[in-house]
């Protein structure tokens, strides 16, 4: 047990929680969005807004004394703090983009972390009714059944999922669009899908065989990271050093590959500024 009640609580109130966002996403999916921006390309609606609200309010009448970190409140009031006690992480439309354009790559994702470390994760993807989760040392699911990661050990048959994110920067451009022209001679095939927690999912349940991202917020990550390790999948830093997950930087994939991967990766992260 832990403080305000069992993993398994946590787990049954977050996937309430990120069931009755959907509803809100899956009503909103198809009208007509009130869109606002965030920079020049990250956008932000009053769906997004409106499911943050739905997922704190009923999370905090559960378990009033944990903290609570969502993209929403914290892109408007510039600060995050990340402590040892139960918080709640929370990215309530990742793949804002894709819900603004109709595509159904979009979810809610629910992560709670203690001392700092995921615990439990939840990922749903209303649109297309796939509901990822996990509980540290439980094993991951998707709708109920259990997921492996991939075991391809060949660089060269892997299919690896990434995003360019919202940074225009020159500098972090040229080294996105490089690495994708390098990855691109040693892999199968490269998807840019635009939601980190999917692709980590994806990672999970073996749909993809590599991932790499930079440019995001502990939000996009705190779900997907639990249920990638919990599939079995590894996660880590670009550079290979742990994974931080305050940083802006993940790459995960089975540890087959993982050395092949970020020989790769290597020249990318050098030259960009994340």
């Known amino acids: 047990m832990t403080e305000n009640g069992s993993l398994s609580e946590f787990m049954n109130a977050a996937i309430d929680a990120a069931k009755s966002a959907g509803q809100v996403i899956r009503n909103a999916f198809y009208e007509t969005k009130l869109v606002e921006h965030k920079g020049s390309v990250d956008l932000v609606t009053k769906t997004d807004k409106e499911c943050e609200d739905l997922i704190f309010n009923y999370l905090k009448q559960k378990f009033p004394t944990h903290k609570f970190i969502g993209e929403e409140t914290t892109a408007a009031n510039?600060?995050?703090?990340?402590?040892?006690e139960p918080t709640w992480i929370v990215?309530?439309?990742?793949?804002?983009?894709?819900f603004v354009h109709g595509f159904p790559f979009v979810c809610v994702s629910i992560g709670l972390t203690i001392s700092k470390t995921p615990v439990v994760g939840v990922v749903y993807n209303p649109i297309i009714n796939?509901?990822?989760?996990?509980?540290?040392?439980?094993?991951?699911?998707?709708?109920?059944?259990?997921i492996k990661a991939s075991s391809q050990s060949e660089l060269l048959k892997c299919l690896l999922a990434t995003d360019v994110g919202y940074s225009r920067e020159k500098s972090n451009v040229d080294a996105m669009t490089n690495s994708i022209n390098s990855l691109l001679l040693k892999v199968r095939s490269i998807r840019i899908c635009g939601s980190c927690a999917l692709n980590l999912c994806g990672i999970a349940c073996g749909r993809f065989d590599l991932f790499f991202q930079s440019g995001f917020g502990p939000w996009?990550?705190?779900a997907g990271v639990l249920i990638v390790k919990e599939a079995g999948g590894i996660v880590y830093d670009q550079s290979g050093k742990d994974f931080d997950l305050t940083s802006?930087?993940?790459?995960?994939?089975?540890?087959?590959?993982?050395?092949?991967?970020?020989e790769v990766l290597e020249p990318y992260v050098a030259s960009s500024n994340y």
């Open 248 to 262: 802006q930087r993940v790459a995960a994939s089975n540890s087959i590959v993982k050395d092949a991967f970020l």
């Open 130 to 146: 796939e509901l990822f989760t996990a509980i540290e040392g439980q094993g991951a699911f998707l709708n109920g059944n259990p």
């Open 220 to 222: 996009d990550v705190a």
């Open 91 to 98: 990215d309530p439309v990742d793949g804002t983009t894709n």
């Open 78 to 84: 510039g600060k995050m703090e990340l402590t040892d």
